[in-house]
């Protein structure tokens, strides 16, 4: 049995492109744990998973996603695939057991969001995951568990926590070490971490005792974890 769990970071986007419904479909299928996929919101207030806040990496296009219409949204493809609504993977991902990490990308889409996760009696199994301190206070009032993710370490990871009141903490790797591991055990905090692909990492990741790691390549990750004597 795996001690850490695998969340596919934007599904399975080391192989397939990130944020599509291809993507999210093949990291459920090589066995990860969770998904992790980012939300936005068109001009006319559709949610779509996409990373960037500007169109122009993953499509071509320039503009940003806040400008446009679902419409014109759904006629773009990144890297042949079409950019899905929140609504199209959540009707997926009913039918599955895996964990969901949304990263909310905008504060003011939260509502929204919940909502939706909430009409699809999904609630238990997400965790609401951002950068954005507002988002994750909202997330907790009303009853979602909540990650923060961060690139540096807390100046004071328990204050952090108390005002939060979350359920996990999300540094980067190389943001970890076994003090703040020690810390967040003691506040009764989950730790994962980001981005998991290659054995240097999941070496060092291993060693921290980490909960969860997210990884652009799934399938590998999961394959080094279950033949390595290392695990």
Known sequence: MLTMRVIGHRGACGVFPENTLISIVKAVEYGVDAVEFDVRMTSDKVL???HDEKLQRLTGVKG???EKTYNYISRLKVKGEKIPTLREVLEYLEKTQVKIFIEIKEPDIIDDVLNLVESYKLK???Y???FYHKILNIARNRDFKTGAIFVCRPLNLKNLVKNLELDMILPRIDMI?????SEARRLNLEIGSW???DEYDLERARRLNLDWIATDYPDKIIK????SKLF
Request: net charge positive; charged share 25%.
């Open 124 to 126: 238990g199994r997400v």
């Open 195 to 197: 981005v998991i692909n």
């Open 64 to 66: 940003l996603i806040r």
């Open 128 to 130: 609401v995951v951002s």
């Open 48 to 50: 779509v998973l996409f």
């Open 177 to 181: 070490d076994k003090e703040l591991v």
């Open 224 to 227: 080094m974890l279950k033949t």
